[in-house]
Structures are given as structure tokens and as C-alpha cells.
Nanobody, 130 residues
Framework: QVHLVESGGGSVEAGGSLILSCVVS????????MAWFRQAPGKEREVVAD???????SYTGSVKGRFTISKDSAKNTLHLQMNSLKPEDTGLYYC????????????????????????WGQGTQVTVSS
């Protein structure tokens, strides 16, 4: 069974930086799509960025140029480097993943929805103050 455990959330002032991590355990060899989602109070969960096993990355428009998603395969860890944080980045950030025994890629990020991903972490809180 696959488990995802996030860490690295916290409180920062606007303009600050945070790095989130998601440790993966129990995944079988093959291809994957891994993503970061976030959910602000009273709002729907939205995709932030994703990465597939070929290294293809995608970002939602509001974080392009500020966030960087990466995967450390040696440590089975997904990261999200967040720079120039804004108060609107506040939310509960989730790591999500799909693992496949055959070649596969991520859904088009503009259409990516929580229901597209089978495995989720517990979330880590990010709070950005103005």
C-alpha cells in the first residue's frame, strides 16, 4: 500500500519562502504522476503543480515563476519550493499521486481534479501573512 507523508508547512510573511516535502513509501516500480494540491478555507481543492516520471512538470497559472516542483528519486521524496509567497497562497497543501505499471503521464493540469488521483497525504498547513 502506498503512503504519502507531507512536511514543511508553516507560517511566513508575504514575500517569504517555504519548501514542502512528501515522502513516498510502498510504491511499486513503474511510471507515476505526482502533484501538489491546496485547499483554502471555504474553497475547493485545486491543483498547484505536477510532475511525471519523465520529468515533465506543469504549474497552475497563479504559481508559475514562483513555485518549483521536483522529485528526488533516490530519497523517494517530492518537493515543492515556494518563493515570493502571497497571502492567497494560504491553505492546506496535499501531496497526491498515481503509480502505474505501464508508461503513463499526468492529466493536463488545466483539467486536473482531485478525483484523478488515488493516493493522498494528510496535508500540511501553509499560512502567509500580509
Amino acid at each position: 500500500q502506498v503512503h504519502l507523508v507531507e512536511s514543511g508547512g508553516g507560517s511566513v510573511e508575504a514575500g517569504g519562502s517555504l519548501i514542502l516535502s512528501c515522502v513516498v513509501s510502498g510504491a511499486t516500480p513503474g511510471s507515476y504522476c505526482m502533484a501538489w494540491f491546496r485547499q483554502a478555507p471555504g474553497k475547493e481543492r485545486e491543483v498547484v503543480a505536477d510532475i511525471d516520471s519523465d520529468g515533465e512538470v506543469s504549474y497552475t497559472g497563479s504559481v508559475k515563476g514562483r513555485f518549483t516542483i521536483s522529485k528526488d528519486s533516490a530519497k523517494n521524496t517530492l518537493h515543492l519550493q515556494m518563493n515570493s509567497l502571497k497571502p492567497e497562497d494560504t491553505g492546506l497543501y496535499y501531496c497526491a499521486a498515481n503509480f502505474f505499471p505501464w508508461p503513463a503521464s499526468c492529466p493536463v493540469i488545466a483539467n486536473a481534479a482531485p478525483g484523478d488521483f488515488r493516493t493522498w497525504g494528510q496535508g500540511t498547513q501553509v499560512t502567509v501573512s500580509s
